[in-house]
């Protein structure tokens, strides 16, 4: 049985705060503004799975109310989410990802990224895709207020 999810999330870029993108700190001027540490692309990852299995979305699962999850590693959380796929039954058919960001350029660290998304979905580099695109200097992400990341999932029932 297959179950396809798909995410959507967006961070505002500020000063003073690293910038984390897919598991990768990336030198730049601003960083993403979050409860946690605000990674954009892990938490659009983590939704595009919770969106396949129909269990909500990372709000849910980690309220940003809570104090356990200030300053969160996303990578931890996404680990926590790829739990529960688990337990579902299904495994990695491939993901589809995108990172809307007029800068910086991403292209130097996409197959970091797509590694370490690898490694948080226990599945092999050929599963994962990792793109960027500006919005050509349009809207929020080409002022640079901030990045925003889409991501398609198909989850596969395990034999
Ligand atoms: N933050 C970004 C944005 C884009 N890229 C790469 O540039 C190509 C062209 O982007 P357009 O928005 O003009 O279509 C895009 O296909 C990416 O390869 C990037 O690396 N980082
Ligand atoms: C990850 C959580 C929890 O720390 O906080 P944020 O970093 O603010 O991220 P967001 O995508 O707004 O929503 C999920 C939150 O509950």
């Not at 692309?41 to 396949?52: F, I, R």
């Not at 130097?108 to 580099?125: C, F, G, H, V």
């Not at 992400?141 to 889409?150: D, L």
């Amino acid at each position: 049985m297959f179950r396809i999810g798909q995410g959507f999330d967006v961070h505002q870029l500020v000063e003073g705060r690293p910038l984390i993108i897919g598991g990768v700190t990336i030198p730049y001027e601003k960083g993403l503004l979050g409860h946690s540490d605000a990674d954009v692309l892990l938490h659009t990852v983590a939704d595009a799975c919770l969106g396949a299995i129909g269990a909500g979305d990372i709000g849910k699962h980690f309220p940003d109310t809570d104090p356990e999850f200030k300053d969160a590693d996303s990578a931890k959380l996404l680990q926590h989410v790829w739990a529960i796929v688990k337990e579902k039954g299904y495994v990695l058919g491939n993901a589809d990802c995108t990172i809307i960001a007029q800068k910086p350029k991403m292209s130097p660290y996409n197959e970091k990224i797509k590694a370490r998304i690898a490694e948080l979905l226990e599945a092999s580099m050929d599963q994962i895709n990792v793109k960027a695109t500006t919005t050509e200097k349009l809207g929020f992400t080409g002022r640079g207020e901030g990045i925003a990341a889409q991501v398609a999932v198909l989850l596969v029932k395990a034999e």
